[in-house]
């Protein structure tokens, strides 16, 4: 089924191979101690272990590993640091990245999400999903950083981890789907910050998604994910800031009485915005027909499953890097659940995108928060187009070395392909502007594969020696992921044909 790769995990591509942080770039392998100390420098404030040192410590290392750590819940790099990261990004630097990462255009698109589950059975579900994706994060972490004792290695992307196991065929479909989902996440931030923009301006739609694409375009000269570690601090401050004013408004009117209008149209004098309050009325629960759709919008609320090795593999201290997912997305599934089920208990089933949409635009304030919200997506814009610049550079620099040899008009074309792929992310904004659909489309195909599918099968075919019972959780966490996206695929597909 695959041409190589297998259940040895053999890493021949791989082995005695080191990267940098500057965006995954090969250094030579470490065979020396020039400094008579065990380490060799590469590069500014850059220390890596020698291979002696690393061969020695790998038996003691794997002696020590706890089963805890070993099955899949526990950080195991602290046994052995195959590279100093003295240039890392920090713990606080990786929460904030983290929680950025996570909260973007989908969380304000919860309540839209529990409008198709209900506002009992939303959050049950929304609880469980996210006990899972926790899970499933803190296994590609252990399996992740197993690999790297195992084969003493700094950095290891998603599909070098698929090429381990699956040979080509897995490298060439992981890294397809996560182009795919990252991709996406920038076209709904295209749709998210033209749809806010378009209710300051007279222009159709079309028009102020096309202005959108050009500002997107500049996150493509951002070198690092380190660069956008102040920028996140300001951008946080505005979504924090944003986020309250929208729990104020919604928690105002939470148990307000008054009826809407069925089409959720906000007139120039309603000040309050009541008229987009419960239309129709919420319900406990929906249809069963409705919970794929749910199932996509949640899963494509966790938006930072595609940036958890890119961030393990910048962090200063991987070690605590598990305590980041934990803490993280504790407080983010209390924020999803908060907002979810009470954004949908005052504005009803007449959602169809973002709740702040719904906020009311003749106010100074309200008007302020979609703003902020716009300058805040620009920079999640940033965050997810690293990965997908990585594996394209990473894919294309053989043949433009071979092609082009000045390195002048080799970064010329690096960076015509970024604003390429940013285009093409910003055209399909243009085209297709039903953001609820869409995200329940990408969440049910790119999420439940990089979040629900992969990282299980990647612990049981990589990490030896498993117990059964491991093995036969990660094959039935599995087989719901694949259902989940096929049902959840099939049905958002039907309905963005549906409604055009």
């Not at 995990?9 to 065990?38: C, T």
């Not at 099968?457 to 020696?465: F, H």
């Amino acid at each position: 089924m695959f041409d190589s790769g297998g259940r040895d995990g053999s890493l021949d591509s791989f082995n005695d191979k080191y990267y940098s942080e500057d965006e995954g770039k090969q250094l030579l392998p470490v065979s020396g101690d020039e400094n008579g100390d065990g380490m060799k420098e590469i590069g500014e404030n850059t220390w890596l272990v020698t291979s002696w040192e690393v061969e020695a410590k790998v038996a003691e290392g794997r002696r020590k590993m706890s089963a805890w750590a070993f099955y899949g819940y526990g950080s195991i790099q602290h046994k052995l640091e195959p590279g100093q990261r003295m240039n890392g990004i920090t713990f606080s630097e990786t929460l904030l990245l983290f929680l950025k990462g996570n909260v973007g255009a989908a969380f304000l698109s919860l309540p839209f999400a529990f409008s198709l589950g209900g506002y009992i059975v939303g959050p049950i579900l929304m609880i469980a999903i996210s006990a899972l994706i926790v899970h499933n994060m803190l296994v590609l972490v252990s399996t992740k950083q197993y690999l790297s004792i195992k084969y003493t290695l700094r950095r290891i992307e998603y599909g070098e981890m698929a090429a381990v196991a699956f040979g080509r065929t897995g490298l060439y479909v992981t890294n397809i789907i996560l182009s795919v989902t990252h991709l996406g996440y920038i076209w709904v931030y295209v749709i998210f910050i033209a749809k806010h923009l378009h209710e300051f301006t007279s222009y159709p739609y079309p028009v102020v998604a096309a202005w959108v694409i050009p500002v997107a375009a500049l996150v493509a000269f951002i070198p690092s994910l380190k660069r956008l570690a102040p920028v996140a601090i300001l951008s946080n401050l505005m979504l924090v800031f944003s986020s309250v004013v929208v729990f104020v408004y919604i928690f105002r009117h939470f148990l307000r009485p008054t009826p809407a209008s069925p089409y959720c149209t906000l007139s120039s004098n309603d000040a309050q915005g009541v008229e987009c309050l419960r239309s129709p009325f919420p319900v406990p629960y929906t249809s069963i027909s409705a919970l794929p759709l749910f199932f996509g919008n949640c899963l494509y609320s966790f938006e930072a499953m595609g940036l958890v090795l890119p961030m393990e593999n910048a962090v200063k201290t991987p070690s605590l890097f598990p305590r980041v997912i934990i803490l993280g997305m504790l407080l983010v599934t209390i924020l999803f659940v908060l907002l979810g089920s009470f954004g949908y208990v005052v504005f009803g089933a007449a959602l169809q995108g973002p709740v702040s949409l719904y906020l009311p635009i003749n106010l100074k304030l309200y008007s302020t928060v979609k703003v902020f919200l716009c300058v805040t997506l620009l920079q999640s814009i940033a965050m997810q187009f690293f990965p997908v610049r990585v594996m394209f550079e990473n894919l294309t620099q053989p043949w433009i070395e071979k092609c082009i040899h000045q390195p002048k008009k080799q970064e010329v074309f690096k960076y015509a392909v970024r604003i390429l792929l940013i285009g093409i992310a910003g055209g399909l904004a243009t085209l297709t502007p039903r953001m609820g659909y869409i995200v329940s489309l990408i969440g049910s195909i790119g999420n439940t594969f990089l979040g629900l599918i992969l990282p299980p099968l990647l612990n049981w075919w990589l990490v030896e020696e498993l117990p059964t019972w491991v093995k036969v959780k990660n094959c039935l966490i599995s087989i719901f992921g694949v259902i989940g996206m096929v049902a959840g695929t099939y049905f958002s597909l039907q309905d963005l044909i549906k409604g055009g």
